[in-house]
């Protein structure tokens, strides 16, 4: 399947493109983005042409990869949603529901097969721990997420998005899929705020399950740290770490798994209709923190 990348930042050029081409089933044949200075290294760096536009890409593609921020991604997906274009999204997609539906419906009103690049969703050490899950029925998870994005040394340092959106929208997505996937469908969120972007996240699942989660973009250094975990009958359980260079494996297998879907026409459990349901949530989560 021939697939367009759109996008030029450092999560592009380092996972978004390289999980692309080492995708089976999967032909990188372009880029673009909004600067065609940047659209051209990229391009460079991937070994694909830069597209003059973004219509002249989609025109070239069967799928188009998106690596933008979410208020970009959602207009440019809908054009290559209507243009019958699968979609492989970064979540969250978009910053309000009512968009993120606009999606979903012009996605299926078109025959589009989508899949949202969810990291957890698709890491190989994650998805055994998922399968063994099932068996174990856990009654309670929790995700810490602190990280430390202003560091001068980090290759893909805070966009100004997530500046301004914070853990919330950046991270919050990955903690409610992966929760999702852990303890099932979210019924209810509760959101209390901390310093800066804190957030703690009480989250009530359709099974009767409950899980917290604590996240931040913006932690001290030395606060720094990444957990998921489940606890139930069976003990509790602690979801593995990724390998180094994880993401572009993951990014691999959300691009293959597209490719299915769109190929046997069976919806993908990380779609636009999962996506939707945690952009719900977190819009919901965003209107506690206003009050």
């Known amino acids: 399947m021939r697939f367009g ?8 050029t380092s996972a978004h493109g390289p999980g692309l081409l080492a995708a089976d089933g999967v032909d990188l044949v372009g880029v673009w983005g909004r600067d065609p200075a940047k659209a051209a290294d990229a391009g460079e760096r991937l070994g694909v042409p830069a597209a003059p536009t973004f219509e002249a890409l989609v025109d070239d593609v069967d799928a188009v990869a998106f690596a933008v921020p979410p208020d970009a ?14 979609l492989l999204l970064d979540k969250p997609v978009a910053t309000s ?4 539906r606009q999606l979903a419906d012009t996605a299926d009103e078109h025959g589009v097969a989508s899949v949202v690049f969810f990291t957890d969703r698709f890491s190989a050490e994650a998805a055994g721990w998922f399968d063994g899950l099932t068996a174990a029925a856990p009654l309670g998870g929790s995700v810490r997420w602190l990280a430390f994005l202003d560091d ?3 290759p893909a340092p805070a966009s100004p998005w997530r500046h301004e959106k914070g853990a919330l929208w950046d991270i919050g997505p990955h903690a409610v899929s992966t929760l999702t996937a852990a303890l099932g469908p979210v019924e209810e969120i509760t ?5 800066h972007d804190l957030v703690h996240l009480v989250l009530r699942h359709r099974s009767g399950a409950t ?5 931040s973009l913006f932690a001290p250094h030395a606060a720094e740290d990444h957990e998921v975990l489940v606890w139930g009958e069976a003990g509790t359980s602690r979801m593995p ?3 180094p260079g994880g993401s572009v494996t993951a990014l691999a297998r959300a691009a293959q798994a597209l490719v299915s879907s769109a190929t046997t026409g069976e919806p993908h459990p990380a779609d636009l209709r999962l996506v939707v349901r ?7 989560a965003a209107r506690q923190l206003s009050r």
Not at 5 to 12: C, H, I, M, Q, S
Not at 211 to 215: D, E, G, H, K, V
């Open 191 to 195: 959101c209390v705020g901390g310093r």
């Open 211 to 215: 899980s917290t989660a604590t996240l």
């Open 5 to 12: 990348l759109v996008g030029t930042g450092p999560w592009a």
């Open 97 to 100: 529901a009512s968009s993120a």
């Open 152 to 154: 001068v040394d980090n």
């Open 73 to 86: 991604q959602v207009t440019l997906a809908i054009q290559a949603a209507v243009a019958g274009r699968h």
């Open 278 to 284: 945690v952009v719900e949530l977190l819009e919901d």
């Open 241 to 243: 770490d990724r390998e």
